[in-house]
């Protein structure tokens, strides 16, 4: 018995054609844009023609693409809309001499700001002052990455509101004025590694409100310290709403307390030390019905 063998028409061929044709457009490779404090924002973004503004990137990414961010001052605040993807994160890199700056914190309330709409963002070597807040991650923003920044001067270095899966690391949040970092809203799934915040003071001592580290909301759980140190700030180290916390090797010193916490917590090899109430526990909650 023959077999016959189906041959394709010339339409067939042609679609396979489109086919892959798409695909490969599909396929963009990643970038790297280039910001530098003598660029201009009508130049190409490259290395020998660099943008002036980071929000000249932030407009243009997408999942995969590197912003390196040069030496110099940047007067100016950004605002991140764009997302990455798991398997391609968009990295905002700044380069050691790199310095963000505000003049005004009223004037600048947010120096960089990660929206409600963004995922996937690693923001590496950020150093930012003067700023109500230097970095803040807004409510739904999620799979953010923090690593090697200097927030100092501040009203606030970082703020987390209502945000997941963050981690921070390798930061110093110092002599701000509120808060080294604040998490609020229904933030969860958060690790804080190999970081520390230090020296935050409004002046008011054990009857201010400036703490190294501070939950002020019952919603936010899951959040992890590792290898954290928290001290010299002038009212508390770990100032904790919030459920399921967990310390790991973390390290108060000289605080008004060293560690507030209002639902269950746990301490692993901790050392508090120098304070002038170590470990104070309160409940907030009334389960009585």
């Known amino acids: 018995m023959l077999h016959k063998r189906r041959v394709p028409t010339s339409c ?11 695909c490969m457009v599909g396929r963009v490779a990643a970038r790297e844009y280039f910001v530098a404090a003598g660029g201009s924002d009508t130049a190409a973004g490259t290395a020998p023609a660099p943008w002036a503004t980071v929000q ?9 693409d590197v912003v390196s961010i040069g030496p110099g001052t940047y007067r100016q605040r950004v605002f ?14 700044g380069e050691p001499g790199a310095v963000f700056e505000s003049v005004d914190a009223t004037q600048n309330p947010e120096g960089i700001t990660v929206g409600g709409s963004s995922s996937y963002i690693h923001l590496s070597g950020i150093v930012a002052h003067g700023y ?3 970095v803040s991650l807004r409510v739904g923003a999620h799979d953010v990455s923090v690593d090697a920044c200097d927030l100092s001067q501040n009203r606030v270095g970082m703020t987390l509101n209502g945000v997941s899966q963050i981690a921070v690391s390798q ?13 609020t809203g229904a933030t969860h799934d958060v690790t804080v590694t190999d970081t520390a915040s230090f020296n935050q003071t409004d002046g008011l001592g054990c009857s201010g409100e400036s703490d ?3 939950s002020d909301s019952a919603e936010v759980f899951n959040v992890t310290f590792e290898r954290v140190r928290s001290y010299n700030n002038s009212e508390d ?13 973390v390290e108060s010193r000289n605080a008004c307390a060293g560690f507030k916490l209002r639902d269950t917590s746990t301490l692993t090899n901790c050392i508090v030390s120098g304070n002038r109430t170590g470990i104070e526990t309160t409940a907030f909650r009334n389960d009585t019905q």
């Open 12 to 22: 067939q061929q042609g679609l396979g054609i489109i086919i892959i044709s798409l």
């Open 171 to 183: 930061c110093q949040q110092h002599d701000n004025h509120r808060a080294g970092l604040r998490i």
């Open 212 to 214: 190294g580290f501070v």
């Open 80 to 93: 991140i809309s764009r997302a990455g993807t798991s398997t391609a994160a968009i990295t905002f890199r």
């Open 237 to 249: 180290d770990f100032d904790m709403f919030g459920s399921n916390l967990v310390f790991d090797r």
């Open 56 to 64: 000249r990137a932030a407009d243009v990414v997408n999942p995969g």
């Open 132 to 134: 109500g807040v230097a």
